[in-house]
Nanobody, 117 residues
Framework: QVQLVESGGGLVQPGGSLRLSCAAS????????MGWYRQVPGAQRELVAR???????EYADSVKGRFTISRDHDKDTVNLQMNNLNPEDTGVYYC???????????WGQGTQVTVSS
């Protein structure tokens, strides 16, 4: 099992920046990718950004050019630098690890990001 601890959410004005961090522990050898998902009330969680073990990175179209995901393999952490935030970025952000073994994906507890003036 992989345990995830997130930090860095909060309230920010439009145009501002936030940095989310997620630290993994436990069976980290199972991780094939680390990423961030966002959920708003009444909707499913959607992918924001993900980085795979081989370095391939995916971004949601809505965040390309504004968000940057980075992963530290030595520390088993993944960060999401969010710039030029807008109200549509508001939601609960969840860290997720994809597993090499089917059925062993893990989710963090979620951190609230609110973009409002």
């Amino acid at each position: 099992q992989v345990q995830l601890v997130e930090s860095g959410g909060g309230l920010v004005q439009p145009g501002g920046s936030l940095r989310l961090s997620c630290a993994a522990s436990g069976s980290v050898w199972r991780i094939s990718a680390m990423g961030w998902y966002r959920q708003v009330p009444g909707a499913q969680r959607e992918l924001v950004a993900r980085v795979h073990n081989g370095g391939r990175i995916e971004y949601a179209d809505s965040v390309k050019g504004r968000f940057t995901i980075s992963r530290d393999h030595d520390k088993d952490t993944v960060n999401l630098q969010m710039n030029n935030l807008n109200p549509e970025d508001t939601g609960v952000y969840y860290c997720r690890t994809d597993s090499l073994i089917k059925g062993y994906d893990s989710w963090g507890q979620g951190t609230q990001v609110t973009v409002s003036s």
